[in-house]
């Protein structure tokens, strides 16, 4: 077996948290841009934008030249939900305020955003749209001739088997015919090396993540569980805060009412009192 280690770039925390099934992936999103070196990468499936912005985050630490790129009609679909501009307006203001220059947004359907990219131009291509069978095997096949020889292509989901799930049944089928691997947490994401000229660290690290007793999903799955972890303390946080702010909005109410101010003569007799 090969000795295992894990790159620094895999313990960096996210910038930006919003409420995303992608959490736990970070880490390895950031060691893959590491490794990958990537000069561009596509997303499909965006919504609040928590992995796009991995990537992009990943890209300005790296400090490499690099394009990142994603498609999403912002408009939901029946796995994820639909949603307002809100959400849109929310990954735009991140976006411009962060990774402006190099991080760009298609509003736009897959399959019309394609023409957009130039054939064999894809390094990095992450495939998170509707998620059944026919809709990511669609996806893959129309981005297919945009892939270049060097690429990594990742799905999410690949470890979801609820109704209307079909990712991982796709997966299994596209799994055997290219250097893969199939991480179990978070839903299950997907790594498979396309491109017949793949970084020799992404080969190494496909080779020790299928050896057996491998270190790797273990390894990875509690970095992802930290990332995790640090959102909910930080919602929870921030649910603390807004109990406060409305607990102080309805002590000084009821200072400035009627009742408060013709009590207070009678709340001054007693504190003397008590004194």
């Known amino acids: 077996m090969l000795p295992f280690k894990v790159d620094p770039s895999a313990y960096w925390f996210p910038k930006h948290y919003v409420q995303s099934a992608w959490l736990e992936h970070a880490p390895f999103a950031f060691w893959l841009v590491s490794a990958l070196r990537p000069r561009l990468i596509v997303e499909l499936g ?45 990954v735009v203001s991140i976006v411009e305020a962060d990774y402006p220059g ?15 990219f130039a054939d ?45 799930f079909g990712v991982h049944r796709f997966w299994e089928e596209l799994a ?36 057996q007793n491998s270190p790797v999903q273990s390894v990875y799955q509690h970095l992802g569980e930290d990332v995790a972890r640090v959102y909910s303390e930080r919602v929870e946080l921030e649910s603390l805060a807004h109990l406060l702010l409305v607990a102080r909005n309805e002590v000084r109410h009821l200072r400035e009412s009627s009742s408060w101010r013709i009590t207070a003569p009678l709340r001054k007799v007693r504190s003397l009192l008590r004194k």
Request: aromatic share 14%; proline share 2%; glycine share 8%.
């Open 46 to 90: 965006t919504h609040n934008g928590f992995s796009y912005f991995v990537f992009a985050e990943a890209v300005r630490r790296l400090g490499i030249e690099c394009t990142v790129e994603a498609v999403d009609s912002w408009q939901g679909d029946d796995h994820a939900g639909f949603y307002d501009e809100e959400v849109y307006a929310s």
């Open 102 to 116: 190099f991080a760009r947004l298609h509003r736009a359907y897959f399959n019309e955003a394609v023409s957009e």
């Open 120 to 164: 064999r131009s894809i390094d990095l291509l992450h495939i998170d749209g509707r998620h059944g069978y026919d809709d990511v095997k669609e996806d893959f096949e129309t981005y297919m001739p945009k892939l270049s020889d060097r690429a990594v292509v990742i799905f999410h989901d690949t470890y979801e088997f609820q109704e209307g």
């Open 176 to 211: 055997a015919t290219k250097p893969s691997f199939n991480f179990q947490h978070g839903h299950g994401l997907g790594v498979l090396a396309f491109g017949a000229r793949v970084p020799e660290s992404i080969s190494d690290f496909l080779t020790q993540a299928n050896e």
